[in-house]
T-cell receptor
Framework: DTAVSQTPKYLVTQMGNDKSIKCEQN?????MYWYKQDSKKFLKIMFS???????INETVPNRFSPKSPDKAHLNLHINSLELGDSAVYFCASSPGTAGTEAFFGQGTRLTVV | AQSVTQPDIHITVSEGASLELRCNYS??????LFWYVQSPGQGLQLLLK??????LVQGIKGFEAEFKRSQSSFNLRKPSVHWSDAAEYFC???????????FGTGTRLQVFP
């Protein structure tokens, strides 16, 4: 009964490959997010979706393409992976009202070699 | 633009000692303020939040935080630290016109027995 679940937990891949990370929430929230945590633990928002509509795109390279088939799912597809993409990617959800807290998944540690 | 500063990168305390983690924010109006904790290899868990009203807020695991508008601060406190509190702590700010969170750089807490 995990609230926000993302798969896989670990992902090791070679440069140039394309990979996807999946996220699902069962909280009934309207808004979902992708955050990136770099090697220094700094967390920065990448995208947010509200009811399947893109709301925030924080100047992320267009190799990153989020897809929301329904409001309970937000997947992240990454094309042509680069070494600098290595990070922990967190999915989160919230009720969608400005300023409400976000509920985070366990994270996906992506390592590009 | 809003920002969050956590001046202490790393804090070490003895078990049973009191704790205060500092957080300063920059925002023109009253922000929404959050403290999250991240245990190794885990996602982020909300400890407490401030939206309005009483400036001293109680959270889970015996934590509390006080909002001080005059100092633009939202420091996290615990009277007696347990070894299980060792983790990374993040302060975050949300605003009235956006549903994204801006995170501080985190404070790593180490607890010695």
């Amino acid at each position: 009964d995990t609230a926000v679940s993302q798969t896989p937990k670990y992902l090791v891949t070679q440069m140039g490959n394309d990979k996807s990370i999946k996220c699902e929430q069962n909280l009934g929230h309207d808004t979902m997010y992708w955050y990136k945590q770099d090697s220094k633990k700094f967390l920065k928002i990448m995208f947010s979706y509200n009811n399947k509509e893109l709301i925030i795109n924080e100047t992320v390279p267009n190799r990153f393409s989020p897809k929301s088939p329904d409001k309970a799912h937000l997947n992240l597809h990454i094309n042509s992976l680069e070494l600098g993409d290595s990070a922990v990617y967190f999915c989160a959800s919230s009720p969608g009202t400005a300023g409400t807290e976000a509920f985070f998944g366990q994270g996906t540690r992506l390592t590009v070699v | 633009a809003q920002s969050v500063t956590q001046p202490d990168i790393h804090i070490t305390v003895s078990e049973g000692a009191s704790l205060e983690l500092r957080c300063n924010y920059s925002y023109g109006a009253t922000p929404y303020l959050f403290w999250y904790v991240q245990s190794p290899g885990q996602g982020l868990q909300l400890l407490l939040k401030y939206f309005s009203g009483d400036t001293l807020v109680q959270g889970i695991k015996g934590f509390e935080a006080e909002f001080k508008r005059s100092q633009s601060s939202f420091n996290l406190r615990k009277p007696s630290v347990h070894w299980s509190d060792a983790a990374e702590y993040f302060c975050a700010v949300g605003t009235h016109n956006t549903d994204k969170l801006i995170f501080g750089t985190g404070t790593r807490l180490q607890v010695f027995p």
